[in-house]
């Protein structure tokens, strides 16, 4: 059942799934006369299983159905205090890294995110920003002023309107958004994954007459 939530499926046809999986469950141990505290210890981890897969599956219809929907409504802190809208971006591509100083993951993506802004750096077709999820306005300013860190840095903070409208959980994250602002991909390949850049020079070169 795993494979159909990696891909999202409708949610009362993963209940209907999952029930039929229960009962299954149930009609083996009483066939094989499992006792009663192994079938209820079977039963309550299937439950757990179950919920956990529900909500999974949940989050991935939710994701998706931000593809097309208008992501550039949202506003943020540069490390000099300055408002910053994503609407200043208006008829560019964004690539967003959503990351936070703790992440060390993100750190690693760093790297490739410096690579991949270097590759577009000639171009005004598209633009990377980093926003930082971090609780602490000053911590994540200092990081970023400390380590010299360069290209277009914003703060989101951890309870923002845009990390509940992408619904940000695991960093990091990447978004790609359009000219007009619209979501193309709500949680796009990682700067490592060698697959973007490809993607990045069609949508970007192959429409930048659009």
């Known amino acids: 059942m795993s494979h159909l939530v990696r891909n999202g499926i ?6 209907i799934l999952i029930n039929e999986k229960g ?19 079977v039963k309550m981890k299937f439950e757990k299983f179950s919920n956990i ?5 949940e989050k991935y219809l939710y994701k998706k159905s931000l593809i ?3 992501g550039n409504n949202f506003s943020f802190t540069d ?9 200043d971006f208006h008829g560019t591509y964004l690539y967003i890294d959503v990351w936070a100083t703790w992440c060390k993951p993100c750190k690693v993506e760093y790297g490739f995110l410096k690579q ?3 590759h577009f750096s000639n171009s005004d077709e598209l633009q990377i920003i980093s ?26 903070g951890a309870n923002s309107d845009f990390v509940k409208f992408y619904d940000v959980g695991a960093l990091p994250r990447f978004i790609f958004l359009d000219k007009e602002g619209k979501v193309i991909s709500p949680e796009e390949l ?3 994954n060698p697959k973007l850049l490809k993607k990045l020079e069609s949508t970007v070169y192959n429409n930048s007459n659009h």
């Open 10 to 15: 409708a949610q009362k046809e993963l209940e």
């Open 23 to 41: 009962d299954l469950i149930n009609e083996k141990g009483i066939s094989l006369n499992v006792v009663d505290s192994l079938s209820t210890y």
């Open 53 to 57: 897969l529900k909500q999974k599956n």
């Open 68 to 70: 097309n929907e208008i």
């Open 79 to 87: 490390t000099n205090n300055n408002n910053i809208s994503l609407k």
């Open 116 to 118: 991949l802004e270097e």
């Open 131 to 156: 926003i930082s999820t971090d609780r602490e306005f000053d911590k994540w300013q200092q990081y970023i002023n400390k380590n010299s860190i360069k290209g277009i840095q914003l703060y989101s």
């Open 190 to 192: 990682r700067p490592s």
